[in-house]
């Protein structure tokens, strides 16, 4: 029998497979499908202060190999997800969920930090510093490592619950981002966010999505996401969560041994609701075929010095 238990921050994963912020919205639709119980866990939809309607329509265009999404932080506010959406999920999820916390300044990501933090089913907080999509807050905290620092200590100082900061690739030196956010206090960081990206329709020579840009995803950016994931394990201790066109049990092997402790899917989840569940089903036999007996030893086994 195989090992995938991986420790994320204290708390034990049976597997390192968890399912995106955005990609899952609050896990209560995905458990109409399968039992989300065999997930190490899950990222819920990116939360903030406000309720956000989100971007104008498109906020999607089809890419080779990936899409580009401009959604712009939809969702129903802090008070309704914890007054509505995560009572439903404790009907259908046992685990404890990472809570991932939007903002348009340190104020907000402090406020909506502590607000989850307060509830018992969330086991970490993954601060999202790193969205492309909205102007004034999100990535623009993430592509300095001061701004980054500074939100990581706000969290920090009024939680009690394991900091993640969710990084930009959308930088010159990720690896600077992560050192300066371990240095601030995060308990971890995972990475990467998607990268800024845009298509043009030919027939209206006009950009396919509203807000001109978006944030590109999917199996095309695993290579560049392997390598940023290893950038940054090479240059901090803290555990770090690898995301990035994650779409087999063979990809979450090579995000192990470039530095993660866990790894998260995401667009993979758009294109198969089922994806998450058939690379849990597949670890056990590919990590055999690899001569893998606990995945918790493979752990930064390509990482740098
Ligand atoms: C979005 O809601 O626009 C996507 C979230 C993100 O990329 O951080």
């Known amino acids: 029998m195989v090992d995938t238990t991986v420790d994320l921050c204290g708390i034990t994963l049976d597997n390192p497979v968890i399912p995106a912020s955005g990609t899952f919205g609050y896990g209560y639709e995905f458990a109409q499908l399968y039992d989300i119980n065999i997930l190490g866990t899950f990222s819920f939809k990116g939360t903030t202060k406000e309720p956000r309607f989100g971007n104008p329509t498109p906020r999607i265009a089809e890419c080779t190999a990936g899409m580009i999404n401009s959604v712009g932080l939809q969702n129903p506010g802090v008070e309704k997800v914890i007054a509505e959406e995560l009572p439903r999920l404790k009907s259908c ?16 990501y402090v406020y909506t930090a502590q607000r989850l933090d307060e ?21 623009s905290f993430g592509t300095s490592p001061s701004a980054a620092a500074q939100v990581t200590e706000a969290v920090k100082k009024r939680v009690r619950k394991p900091v993640i900061i969710k ?5 010159t030196d990720i690896a600077a981002i992560a050192e300066a956010c371990e240095a601030a206090g995060a308990d971890g960081i995972s990475l990467i966010n998607t990268l800024l990206g845009m ?9 396919v999505i509203a807000n001109r840009k978006g944030g590109f995803s999917g199996e095309a950016i695993f ?5 940023m994931v290893n950038d940054a394990a090479s240059r901090v201790k803290i555990p770090v969560i690898g995301i990035g066109g994650v ?8 995000m192990m041994l470039a530095g993660a402790t866990a790894v998260e ?3 993979a989840n758009l294109v198969d609701p089922f994806a998450c569940r058939d690379i849990i089903n597949a670890l056990p036999t590919v990590m055999q ?12 086994e390509c990482v740098n010095g």
């Open 93 to 108: 999820f046992s685990k404890k969920v990472m809570a991932n916390v939007g903002g348009f300044s340190v104020d907000e």
């Open 119 to 139: 509830c018992d089913c969330v086991g970490w907080l993954e601060i999202n510093i790193s969205c492309p999509n909205v102007h004034g807050g999100g990535m």
């Open 167 to 171: 990084l930009s690739p959308n930088v």
């Open 199 to 207: 298509r043009i329709d030919l027939r209206t020579r006009k950009p």
């Open 223 to 227: 290579p560049i996401a392997l390598r």
């Open 247 to 254: 779409a087999s049990a063979e990809n979450v092997i090579e």
């Open 265 to 267: 899917v995401g667009a």
């Open 289 to 300: 075929k690899y001569r893998i007996q606990s995945l918790k030893e493979i752990i930064g």
